[in-house]
């Protein structure tokens, strides 16, 4: 049973930084798909990032912008999310999420491992 715990979230103001942290434990000899999701309060959840199991290839939802980056430590299980440059609407809950397999979407359907969530705020 996978199981995931992220770390990171926060509260701060407009402009500054966050590094979300999401640690893995559970895992088969399967590739696994990483990836963060966020939810704002009455919204449906999203996805945010995605990286791709070998060869760390990434994918941004087009509201990230070049401010977040996506990574991972094999060696450690963990999956980062830098965000920088955060706005208000940035606000919400951050979820990561696995799925087995190579292929990586940003749909949350499609992930069945998820995190209990680290709440970001992001004051004006």
């Known amino acids: 049973q996978v199981q995931l715990v992220e770390s990171g979230g926060g509260s701060v103001q407009a402009g500054g930084s966050l590094r979300l942290s999401c640690v893995a434990s559970?895992?088969?000899?399967?590739?696994?798909?990483m990836a963060w999701f966020r939810q704002a309060p009455g919204e449906e959840r999203e996805g945010v990032a995605t990286i791709y199991p070998g060869s760390d290839s990434t994918y941004y939802a087009n509201f990230v912008k070049g401010r977040f980056t996506v990574s991972q430590d094999n060696g450690k299980n963990t999956l980062y999310l830098l965000m920088n440059s955060l706005e208000p609407e940035d606000t919400g809950m951050y979820y990561c999420?696995?799925?087995?397999?190579?292929?990586?979407?940003?749909?949350?359907?499609?992930?069945?491992?998820w995190g209990q969530g680290t709440q970001v705020t992001v004051s004006s």
């Open positions: 559970g895992y088969t000899d399967s590739p696994y798909c």
């Open positions: 999420a696995a799925r087995s397999g190579k292929y990586c979407p940003l749909s949350r359907l499609l992930y069945n491992y």
